[in-house]
């Protein structure tokens, strides 16, 4: 039984091997099917992975709440309306929420630093020595605020690498002043940062943060040189904010307590006000958003590739009627010889399973080689085309395509079930067909 | 292949065939009698009509009459299923067509064990067998050339070769001279004696009274029943090979 199978297969590969081209092509189908199953599915799994490294980086136990600019029905007409997070708000949740391990005020101001004769546009961060920990800012030399310097409203600063680049070209800024020419005040730098990526904005909730322009400060030195009560110059004409913090970064106990917490929190902070100004953002609830998506992702992807399979099984079926059709007098031939009609069936779903095997087994080939494909790609567009390729999104620009193990097991067998489906019906043909008939044709 | 010549290699009984075509029924064979003994060399001779290939089909086990017998040696095929028609045709029959039905794909070695493809033998006993009847019909040096590779003459002396293979109740021949030029008829004709002579029981299926003067008895059909059934006497046999051969054109 065995040896029958191998020497059908034999004979199905000669029996291919008559028409390369027409072969090649048949498989081409089948190829593509699989190698695109593979393609689509490592991109939007190295697309989703991306997302939820970045949500997971802004931490899974955190909770964070922003100061957003009221819709403007809910200001008055007349100055400048006070609005979101106060810094009794503040105590009142550390006070009254128990799951709450530790909260960070910041509070963000877009300012002019400089040195010497250098002036840059930058955002001036006031906060306290955990935001460093929270945000995962590592410290390249010097160090970040400490606790005693925030207690005594000390006028130090830490640089983030870019803007140390920037302000002090080819020069150590440990211990040089920074300059704030909107409140004429000296900054000691105690402390330069390493680089960091900046983040993605997620899903419209939370703005992408770009940490290349900060300077860090005490907050409680930011409070007193500063105020609440910020005049900002906005094309041409001044315009008046006062707001005592901008976000609060909370730290739960523990993940489980994450959602009751954010739900406490929300209540607590839009119960005796109903100005809108407050936004709560849950990392992990995100999380859950983007393992969501990614599953439909996947269907979505999944489903756009089955249909290229489809269309490649319908190839194969073509080309196989067309060959029945052709061989006629070899089936005949071969019934005439004692061949029984499962013979026939038998012979002809060899040569479309070997079909679709090898294009299966070629496409997974391709569909394995897709990562390095792609950064390959990737250098050479950035080589020949840089101004091309600093236009593509990011995610384009750093994409990695993480190859999902399941999918070439599932790519292979659907094939080889496209090979027997679409084989099936031919054969059936060749082998309904009269020996007396088939060997009358021409 | 050492036959008793009582035994049947072939018996027809009341033999009939009825196909309905464009909603007419067509009565091609109407009750056919006759035996073909081992060792037999029987022409099958008729006008187009006369049910000929119809009986063809029928010997062939490639169609199944509506009523009468139909026995080849031990098996009434008359009753058998498609698988099991399919299992005689391997197992028993040995065809060979006017128009050779090689399989272009197949050397000459393989296209000879199709039949035996199809009764799962495929060991090395089988294809020393092959390559042993291919040196029979005078193919030595061709063992691995395609059919395309070949002349009319030598294709057919592969498909007689592959009508052996399988040790037949009788070789079928179906016009197997009818594409052929009349020197390589005869050499055609001559290999059949041979065979016949070896004790092969060898049933002819022609249109041409040259080649059915060769047979041993002559069957000619009219209107789907035997007109006639009468036997060649050596002297006739002789005396068609002789002329046959003064009547080959002059080589070149």
Known sequence: MFLMWYRTLQLGIKSLWLHPMRSLLTMLGIFIGVASVIWLLAISEGISLEAQRQIASLGADTIIIRSVKPPSEKLSPQGVTPYGLKRDELDMLVSTIPTIRSALPIREIRRQFQYENVTIDGRLVGCTPEYADVTRLKVESGSFITDAENFRRENVCVLAAKVAERLFPGKDPINKPVYVPESKDFYRVIGVLQHRNASAAIGGSLAAQDFSNDIYIPIRTLQQRIGDTVAMRRGGSFEGEILELNQITLITSSIEDVKTTASLVENALTSHNDMQDIAVVVPLELLEQARTTRMMFMIFMGLVAAISLVVGGIGIMNIMLATVTERTREIGIRRALGAKRSDIVRQFLVETIVLSVVGGATGIIAGVICNPAISLTRDIIKDRFPQTFAALPEVVQKLTPTIVPESIPIAFGISVIVGVVFGLYPAYRAAKMSPIEALRHE | ?252
């Open chain 2, 1 to 252: 292949m050492i036959s008793t010549p009582t035994r049947s290699a072939c018996s027809v009984r009341d033999l009939k065939k009825e196909y309905v075509l464009k909603g007419e029924t067509v009565r091609a064979l109407r009750g056919v009698f006759f035996d073909v003994p081992e060792g037999d060399y029987v022409a099958i001779m008729g006008p187009s009509g006369s049910g000929k290939s119809t009986l063809l089909n029928m010997l062939g086990c490639l169609d199944k009459p509506s009523s009468g017998q139909l026995l080849l040696g031990d098996d009434d095929v008359a009753k058998m299923s498609d698988d099991e028609l399919a299992e005689i045709r391997s197992r028993r029959i040995g065809f060979v067509f006017q128009s050779y039905n090689l399989i272009q794909q197949l050397t000459v070695v393989e296209n000879i064990q199709v039949p035996l493809f199809y009764q799962g033998k495929l060991g090395k006993k089988e294809s020393d067998r092959c390559v042993e009847l291919a040196h029979m019909v005078g193919l030595a040096g061709r063992l691995s050339h395609r059919p395309n590779q070949l002349s009319g003459g030598q294709q057919q002396r592969v498909a007689i070769a592959r009508s052996l293979v399988n040790n037949p109740y009788f070789i079928l021949a179906d016009e197997p001279t009818g594409n052929l030029d009349s020197r390589t008829t005869e050499e055609i004709l001559q290999l059949f004696h041979r065979l016949n002579d070896e004790g092969r029981t060898i049933i002819l299926v022609t249109h041409e009274d040259e080649v059915a003067k060769r047979a041993k008895r002559v069957v000619r059909l009219k209107d789907g029943v035997v007109q006639w059934d009468r036997f060649n006497t050596e002297e006739s046999r002789r005396e068609a090979a002789e002329n046959a051969i003064r009547n080959l054109p002059v080589e070149s």
